[in-house]
């Protein structure tokens, strides 16, 4: 975790798991957690399952679904590969 994106750890439990949640300034270019550069936006909703364009974008690692159940804090962002979670840092003020 690098200090410029002055990133804090926060955990939460969710479906008997321990989900972390790296708070981040804006989307991570790589994942902070495996280095990978498959950094997903979460699309939280029920999708239209029957959109081509959606369902390449998830084939792609574009987007990542997150389900119908929105808390309003919600992460943002997810890794495709290791699945990590980033929410945005609010600023103060």
Request: net charge neutral; aromatic share 6%.
């Given at each position: 975790?690098?200090?410029?994106?002055?990133?804090?750890?926060?955990?939460?439990?969710l479906q008997d798991e321990l989900i972390m949640v790296i708070k981040v300034n804006r989307k991570p270019r790589t994942c902070l957690e495996c280095g990978s550069k498959r950094v997903a936006v979460i699309l939280y909703g029920l999708p239209n399952f029957s959109d081509d364009?959606?369902?390449r974008k998830e084939e792609l690692g574009k987007i990542?679904?997150?389900g119908c159940v929105i808390t309003g804090e919600d992460p943002l962002w997810q890794c495709v590969d290791c699945r990590q979670k980033y929410d945005r840092v609010m600023s103060e003020g």
């Open positions: 975790m690098t200090q410029s994106l002055k990133s804090v750890v926060l955990q939460a439990a364009e959606l369902m990542v679904f997150g």
